[in-house]
């Protein structure tokens, strides 16, 4: 109940192209969904982040979308960039006493220029 | 403002040694986790600390442990090291009253 299961494991698309990146998630408890952006040699860099209140989320060219009766969010990236190429996690935190956030097993995106 | 810093970088060990990660969080930030990141398991969190006392912890054995001072920098050990303990340690900071979470670089280690 505490996964989050991320899809693809890997991605490549074309450069102006749309990535997107799935993700669902069982535990109801979950409360704030975040995507993080990692490059090699990085620590994670938080990108956009969205709470179940709302269906969507906007932030120039990243957008999540979120389905809380099917338990699914993804991240939709526009014009997709060669310096889009990285790894992306989705994730879900919960109150439990502190905070919990849970990872997805994460995407690697390659942008053919 | 400042982000979240990490040190050592990078640490080289050998089986059943001990290690000690440190990590400042972004100024005015109370709450610091810890996270393991390995290939195979991906990221997994460890422990959250808030105001010196830990508030959650995740699945890991007892040889991982960690502390927060008053100035909000935390230390994490792990004790009597596996080859298994390889792996990018990263921090998070946050203020603790959200969940927004900003990650520092991480410390490398190497277990031979």
């Known amino acids: 109940q505490q996964q989050v299961k991320q899809s693809p494991q890997s991605l490549i698309v074309q450069k102006g192209g749309i990535s997107i990146i799935n993700c669902a998630y069982e535990?109801?408890?979950?409360?704030?969904f975040p995507w993080y952006q990692q490059f090699p040699g990085k620590g994670p860099a938080l990108l956009i982040a969205?709470?179940?209140?709302?269906s969507e989320k906007k932030e120039g060219r990243f957008t999540i979308s979120f389905n809380k009766s099917a338990k699914q969010f993804s991240l939709h990236i526009m014009d997709s960039q060669p310096g889009d190429s990285a790894t992306y996690f989705c994730?879900?935190?919960?109150?439990?006493?502190?905070?919990?956030?849970?990872f997805g097993a994460g995407t690697r995106l390659f942008v053919k220029a | 403002k400042a982000g979240v810093t990490q040190t050592p970088r990078y640490l080289i060990k050998t089986r059943g040694q001990q290690v000690t990660l440190s990590c400042s969080p972004i100024?005015?930030?109370?709450?610091v986790s810890w996270y393991q990141q390995t290939p195979g398991q991906g990221l997994q969190f460890l422990f959250e600390?808030?105001?010196?006392?830990?508030?959650n912890k995740g699945n890991f054995p007892g040889r991982f442990s960690g502390r927060q001072f008053s100035n909000s920098r935390s230390e994490m050990n792990v004790s009597t090291l596996e080859l298994g303990d390889s792996a990018l340690y990263l921090c998070?900071?946050?203020?603790?009253?959200?969940?927004?979470?900003?990650f520092g670089p991480g410390t490398r280690l190497t277990v031979l």
């Open positions: 600390y808030f105001s010196e006392t830990q508030r």
């Open positions: 100024s005015g930030h109370r709450s």
């Open positions: 535990n109801t408890a979950f409360d704030y």
């Open positions: 994730a879900a935190s919960e109150w439990t006493g502190g905070f919990k956030t849970i």
């Open positions: 969205i709470r179940p209140d709302v």
């Open positions: 998070a900071s946050s203020t603790g009253v959200t969940d927004t979470q900003y």
